[in-house]
């Protein structure tokens, strides 16, 4: 997978991109990336990025001809230029905005752009990202955010991290990468993603490492018994628990969409029992 984070702070992308695991995933040929600082496609000797919104309003938008420039600079077209282009041979302005043609990135590449309005980013959508996708453009807005007309001509979808405003997409995009990289084949064991939140649509259980006393709490002494199919009832009945009472939704969803086997939907009619709030 390679990842394109287009930024006016890709000092923040670089920082991550070279720690850790990713780091290894790069080295190994797994990942790789680049950060375009889109303050090197500005127009004036200022460097400006940014102007009031027509309309009036708070704060600042992104210009757009610095943004189209280093969509531009990395491959992406506008899906409205082939039109314009034929419209300057005889065709009409208004005919040309009216027709955009799909010049969007090739189906393995994908032009996102990070914005609290943008549909929600799930495990679902980062495995379909990191299964699907050859290459994700990622584009961090800033200030009040970007000019519509880069998102109709360059983006292929809006994505948010949550029901909360950042004052950047950058560390939005890190998450997006952060979530996708890691399903990638090979970069970490199959093993550790088995049973992570949301697989299965339940979220983990909790777990306890050394020392067996810590103050006055202990470890469940299950875990110490050394009995593996006891433990691995114990884990499913808790996050069957955990599950319930942080995430109801996730158990309604995953009824309806029969995600669970036949132990998994005792243990919840078991436990539903007691709760009435499902
Ligand atoms: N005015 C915008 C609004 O109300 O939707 C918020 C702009 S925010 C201050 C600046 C930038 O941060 C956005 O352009 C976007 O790139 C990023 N951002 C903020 N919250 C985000 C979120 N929840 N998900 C993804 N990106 C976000």
């Not at 043609?101 to 980013?121: A, E, Q, W």
Request: hydrophobic share 40%; glycine share 8%.
């Amino acid at each position: 997978m390679k990842y394109t984070v287009l930024s006016l702070f890709p000092d923040i992308v670089d920082a991550f991109m070279q720690s850790s695991i990713m780091a290894k995933a790069i080295e190994r040929g797994f990942v790789a990336y680049q950060a375009v600082n889109i303050r090197n496609f500005a127009f004036d000797k200022h460097k400006t990025c940014d102007d009031a919104p027509y309309g009036g309003g708070a704060g600042m938008l992104m210009l757009p001809e610095p943004l189209g420039c280093a969509l531009e600079s990395v491959g992406v077209r506008n899906r409205f230029e082939t039109r314009r282009l034929s419209g300057k041979m005889g065709g009409t302005e208004a005919a040309d905005s009216a027709c955009p043609v799909d010049t969007r990135c090739p189906p393995k590449k994908k032009v996102i752009y990070l914005t609290p309005s943008g549909k929600s980013f799930t495990q679902a959508l980062a495995k379909e990202f990191a299964t699907e996708q050859e290459e994700l453009v990622l584009l961090c807005g800033r200030y009040e955010g970007i000019d519509q007309r880069i998102i109709d001509a360059y983006v292929d979808e809006e994505v948010s991290v949550g029901d909360y405003v950042l004052s950047s997409g950058e560390v939005a995009a890190l998450a997006v990468i952060d979530a996708t990289y890691r399903l990638i084949e090979r970069v970490i064991s199959p093993l550790s993603l088995e049973e992570e939140s949301f697989g299965n649509g339940l979220l983990e259980y909790p777990q306890w490492t050394r020392p067996e006393k810590y103050g006055t709490l202990t470890v469940p002494d299950i875990l110490l018994s050394g009995h593996h199919e006891n433990i691995r009832r114990f884990r499913l009945r808790k996050r069957v628990e955990k599950t319930l009472s942080f995430r109801p939704d996730l158990i309604r969803k995953g009824l309806e969409e029969h995600l669970f086997d036949a132990e998994t939907c005792k243990i919840i009619d078991a436990i539903a029992e007691t709760i009435t709030d499902i």
